[in-house]
């Protein structure tokens, strides 16, 4: 008799358990919780750091003074008052690195970096998709950093809430064809937006001050792949 309800209970605790499995599951689906390798069905596109990041940094300063390369981290900073990366930009300063030999303009694209945004880093974009159709808009997409906050541009589409010292695995999906924009932190689905257009595109990122920028902003960024769609 003791042994049966032994058996009894175990097989309750083991329906239990599988119970709170599929609850747990259903759950994070539900919120956008699931753990996704976004890399299935794409193959990944051979980068040489030598010659595939061109450094866009304040043009009066040299790029030691903005960015460095440690042990597998760039690390990029700029400051407010900082000169435009060319002297005949009237853009904001930024120190950004812009991926090149791989423009795309049609099939679905893919950016993979891991990322770190210090404390007190704040108004500026730290990943950038570049291109798009019209007068009004040069970009895709930004990603951008407001008192610890990762946004989609300066809106209220949250990505993260507390993006500040900690190291985040960032993956971006552009598909041309559905003109559709997926963002993934940490694996996790975190935005799905229209494109905004355009004909010729390119990834970037670093810091390049927006609006309300702090004084003094940094990223630092390792890993990064580039992915096309197989």
Known sequence: MARHQKVVVSGL??????????????????????????????????????????????????????????????????????????????????????????????????????????KGTSGVCIMQIFGASGDHHATTLMLRVYNGTLKYYNTDLVLDPNIYDKWFQLNVIHDLEAKKVMVFIDGVHKLYVNDRGGNAHHFKFGVYAQNNDSYYMESRWKGIKIFKKC
């Not at 747990?24 to 596109?45: C, K, L, P, S």
């Not at 435009?84 to 300063?93: A, G």
Request: charged share 20%; net charge negative; proline share 7%.
């Open 13 to 118: 605790v083991l329906l239990a358990l599988a119970f709170f499995m599929v609850f747990e599951i259903g759950f994070q689906r539900a919120w956008g919780y699931e753990i996704i390798d976004t890399t299935i069905g794409f193959d990944q596109v051979p980068l040489n750091i030598s010659s595939d990041f061109e450094i866009q940094r304040p043009y009066d300063v040299p790029q030691s003074a903005r960015y460095s390369f440690v042990d597998g981290v760039h690390e990029l900073w700029v400051y407010s008052t900082d000169k435009p990366h060319t002297p005949t930009s009237n853009t904001k300063p930024r120190t950004e690195i812009r991926i090149l030999g791989h423009n795309y303009s049609s099939g679905v694209w893919q950016f993979e970096g891991y990322g770190y945004v210090p």
